[in-house]
């Protein structure tokens, strides 16, 4: 069972253009994470976001987490070529600090 | 800034054989986790641990085993290993307190069970 969904899985855009990815769930969270991953390395955190509605900004990332703790966005205003990679949205339940990640979105940005 | 280490990068192993993947932080942060990933199924979790001395199951523990007997090393055994666990493994730290939970991975683990 898949308790977070993702979409779109794979995402290829020209340089300029703007997306937006989705995280969504059935389940509660106490926090939403939004990792970026390259190629041969471990995630990377972008942003946790922990309060419904929470909208945080890092640069040209914008993170969303719902009124009701289920879901989540991430939109990037005029992506670069830098932006590649594979970004995975994990939600955390309980105290204990355990994640539980979607499936990731694979995004390429052509220059 | 060393942060996270795993050894080794890259292992083959045969089936039935057993290994350990070993890994190490020095940020002193008390909780550690072994993820797995498999491509196009995300990161799972296999064990964790809330400080030394303590371990227990993530969401996929079966074939593996882990031991915390320090703050800073938390390895994890492939005992008899099987075609299913070719896959990246991922060890992380992070400092849970009330302030948040920032984890930190490592750069990963590639194993292949032949």
């Known amino acids: 069972t898949q308790l977070l969904e993702q979409s779109p899985q794979f995402l290829s855009i020209q340089e300029g253009e703007n997306l937006t990815v989705y995280c969504n769930s059935s389940s509660v969270f106490s926090s939403l994470q939004w990792y970026r991953q390259e190629p041969g390395e471990g995630p990377v955190l972008l942003v946790t976001?922990?309060?419904?509605?929470e909208v945080k900004k890092l640069k040209r990332l914008t993170f969303q987490f719902g009124d009701a703790r289920k879901d989540s966005s991430l939109h990037i205003t005029a992506a670069q070529p830098g932006d590649t990679g594979l970004y995975l949205c994990?939600?955390?339940?309980?105290?204990?600090?355990?994640?539980?990640f979607g499936k990731g979105t694979k995004l390429s940005v052509k220059p | 800034n060393a942060g996270v280490t795993q050894t080794p990068k890259f292992h083959i192993l045969k089936i039935g054989q057993s290994m350990t993947l070993q890994c190490t932080q020095d940020?002193?942060?008390?909780?550690m986790y072994w993820y797995r990933q498999d491509p196009g199924m995300g990161l799972k979790l296999i064990y964790y641990?809330?400080?030394?001395?303590?371990?227990d199951k993530g969401e996929v523990p079966n074939g593996y085993n882990v031991s915390r007997s320090t703050t800073e090393d938390f390895p994890l055994r492939l005992e008899l290993a099987a075609p299913s666990q070719t896959s990246v493994y991922f060890c992380a730290s992070s400092l849970h307190d009330p302030t948040g939970n920032t984890i930190y991975f490592g750069e990963g683990s590639w194993l292949t069970v032949v």
């Open positions: 976001v922990v309060t419904g509605g």
């Open positions: 994990a939600g955390e339940r309980g105290s204990q600090g355990n994640l539980i």
């Open positions: 641990s809330v400080g030394a001395g303590i371990t």
């Open positions: 940020m002193n942060h008390n909780y």
